[in-house]
C-alpha cells in the first residue's frame, strides 16, 4: 500500500490534486461575516479578497482537532502508513495541534505509522514539497526516502514574496508592526522571505516593475540548476502579474516547469489581495 501524504490548506495546491494523487486535504478554518468555512471546501479565494477590499477583516483559524482526529483514526484502523507535512509551526498552531492529536490517537492504535513534519513553510513553497512527496508515493518510493526528500525540500525551499499592504500581514500577528513599514505611500512595495519558517520583511522597492526585476536578481543569488527545477509562484487574485513573473523566470532560467497557483482564503486572509510569491529550491536533493 502507498504511503498515504496527509496536507494542510496553506500548502495552496487546488482540490483536484488532492484527487488525482489519492492525498489527504487538512482544511483550516475562515470566520467571515459571522461563517466558519473549510478551507478550499466551502469558501474561495475571491470571496475572502473581495472582503478585504470592502474593509472587512477575516479571520484564520488551526485545522480542527475533532477533524484531525477522526482522520488519524480512519487512517490507524485502515493500517494506513502516512506523513503529514504541516504549515509552518510558526505562523499556524495546526502543526502543534497534529502532534498532540496523534499522542491521543496513539493510545489506542500504538502501531500507527504516521509522521509529522513542521515544513517551516508556506503557501506553493508548501505545495512544491508536497507535489513531490505526492509523486514519490504513487511511484511506490519507502516511506523513509519520502521523509529524506521532504526534509532536505523544506530545509532549501527559498520564498521570496510581496504584498500590497503589510498591514494586514501585521493585523494577524504574522508580522510584527514595526516590520510593518509604509508601504502604499509612494508606490514602495515591500520584499519579504521567509526564514525558520517566519516571515521576514528584507527590502522595500518603489514601483512593481523594480521589484520583479529584484525577485529575478535574488532568485540569480539563491537558485541553482535551473533546468531540473520546478518553480512555484502563487497569486492573491492577481493572475496578470503573476503571468508576467512567470515569463520573466522563463526568459532569464528556462526552469523545468513553472507552475502557478492562487493562494487560498486561509493564507489569503492574512496577505490580502495583490500579492505575489515565488518558491525555488536554493540546492537540489
Not at 7 to 13: K, N, P, R, V
Not at 137 to 148: C, H, Q, S, V, Y
Request: charged share 25%; with cysteine.
Amino acid at each position: 500500500m502507498p504511503v498515504k501524504i496527509v496536507a494542510d490548506s496553506a500548502c495552496d495546491l487546488p482540490l483536484e490534486f488532492y484527487n488525482e494523487h489519492q492525498a489527504v486535504l487538512i482544511p483550516l478554518k475562515v470566520h467571515l461575516n459571522g461563517q466558519e468555512y473549510e478551507d478550499l471546501k466551502t469558501i474561495k479565494p475571491k470571496m475572502v479578497y473581495d472582503a478585504i477590499r470592502e474593509g472587512k477583516v477575516p479571520k484564520t483559524s488551526q485545522a480542527s482537532p475533532h477533524g484531525l482526529e477522526e482522520l488519524f483514526t480512519k487512517m490507524a484502523e485502515a493500517n494506513e502508513d502516512g506523513i503529514y507535512i504541516a504549515f509552518s509551526s510558526e505562523l499556524s498552531g495546526t502543526y502543534q495541534t497534529a502532534v498532540m492529536v496523534l499522542q491521543q490517537v496513539k493510545e489506542q492504535h500504538p502501531d500507527f505509522n504516521l509522521t509529522i513534519v513542521d515544513s517551516k513553510c508556506a503557501s506553493l513553497g508548501l505545495g512544491l514539497v508536497v507535489m513531490e512527496a505526492a509523486r514519490l508515493a504513487k511511484n511506490g518510493a519507502a516511506k523513509e526516502e519520502i521523509l529524506n526528500d521532504i526534509r532536505f525540500r523544506c530545509q532549501h525551499m527559498e520564498h521570496l514574496f510581496t504584498v500590497e499592504d503589510l498591514e494586514y500581514l501585521a493585523k494577524g500577528g504574522r508580522v510584527s508592526k514595526a516590520s510593518a513599514f509604509l508601504g502604499g505611500l509612494l508606490n514602495i512595495k515591500p520584499l519579504l522571505n521567509v526564514e525558520d519558517g517566519k516571515l521576514i520583511p528584507i527590502e522595500k522597492i518603489r514601483g512593481k516593475k523594480k521589484l520583479l526585476r529584484r525577485i529575478v536578481e535574488l532568485m540569480k543569488e539563491r537558485g541553482t540548476e535551473w533546468s531540473n527545477q520546478v518553480v512555484g509562484i502563487s497569486h492573491a487574485d492577481d493572475e496578470e502579474t503573476a503571468l508576467e513573473m512567470k515569463n520573466m523566470i522563463e526568459q532569464e532560467f528556462k526552469p523545468k516547469h513553472i507552475e502557478i497557483t492562487s493562494i487560498g482564503a486561509a493564507i489569503g486572509a492574512h496577505t490580502g489581495p495583490g500579492t505575489i510569491a515565488v518558491f525555488f529550491l536554493n540546492q537540489l536533493p
